[in-house]
């Protein structure tokens, strides 16, 4: 008696069936339960010294107040955006608003990130459930993204007390620095899935520092020679303070909109990024 035909086998034992009607796109990466991660992530907050979470708020209000108030009564006026002169004070403002989502974003996915992965051991016990690489990925980017739009939020409410915001365009810095963090966020993630001590964290820092001081945040790019001012440009935190600028003081052009697109494909570019490494660390 001849074996029965594939046509004539059930669905569920058609290998190529299966694949068609019964499997999900990406479904071995996105168990479509990022939420899970979110609600940990809040629930963990509240646990939690709320100083620590607020910490890195001060350090972009301190550069404000330090450079802004002291420093920009020598310096006066710059040119801004479109070549208008503007107070020091207004001019470094929104570049610290920057400064600040970076900071939240930053610190969210990379220390708190490198704590879970080396020594808690949290990702390797939620890969052991029905979440995927990508559930993980996208639970801990918005985790840092709400860090970031805590910071924003409160920098802005700091511009707005010192009447540093005269556009009406300057309301869409806030989701702007929601933009800004998501795109920090998920390449920062990524990147400390490679780092295995605390000795190799310390690259983060050294990275980080000289990207706010040389990215046009307290003096304008010109001041650096031109093969300087290329390579300050190819960097994410110079996209996001001349978008901040220019939301800031209402000048939209359509670097405006290459700016934004930066950091979008730089969000899109993270989580891929992020989902594959997550993979390959735990999905072997």
Not at 170 to 178: C, E, G, K, N, Q
């Amino acid at each position: 008696m001849s074996a029965p035909s594939q046509d004539r086998l059930p669905a569920t034992e058609q290998p190529h069936l299966r694949l068609q009607s019964g499997e999900r796109p990406l479904a071995a990466l996105y168990g479509r339960n990022a939420r899970s991660v979110i609600e940990r992530g809040f629930k963990v907050i509240a646990r939690q010294n709320w100083a620590v979470l607020v910490s890195g708020f001060f350090e972009p209000v301190l550069y404000l107040l330090a450079m802004g108030l002291g420093l920009g009564t020598l310096v006066g006026e710059v040119a801004g955006p479109g070549g208008a002169p503007i107070a020091y004070t207004a001019y470094i403002a929104p570049a610290l608003l920057a400064t600040s989502a970076m900071n939240g974003a930053i610190y969210d996915s990379t220390w708190n990130v490198f704590f879970k992965l080396r020594f808690a051991r949290v990702y390797q016990a939620m890969l052991q459930t029905s979440l995927g690489p990508m559930d993980v990925a996208i639970g801990e980017i918005f985790m840092a993204l709400f860090r970031g739009f805590l910071y924003a939020c409160g920098f802005m409410v700091v511009m707005l007390v010192m009447g540093l915001v005269t556009s009406p365009w300057a309301i869409l810095m806030v989701p702007v620095a929601l933009l800004i963090a998501v795109g920090f966020a998920s390449i920062g993630m990524a990147v400390t899935s490679y780092l295995k001590s605390f000795q190799q964290m310390d690259v983060i820092n050294f990275v980080m520092l000289p990207m706010f001081l040389f990215s046009a945040t307290l003096y304008p790019i010109e001041v650096f020679p031109e093969a300087i001012q290329w390579f300050i440009k190819a960097m994410p935190l110079w996209h996001g303070v001349e978008l901040m600028r220019h939301l800031a003081v209402g000048f939209l052009s359509a670097a405006t909109i290459g700016h934004a697109l930066y950091f979008v494909a730089m969000t899109v570019f993270g989580v891929w990024f992020t989902t594959i490494r997550l993979r390959a660390l735990f999905l072997r």
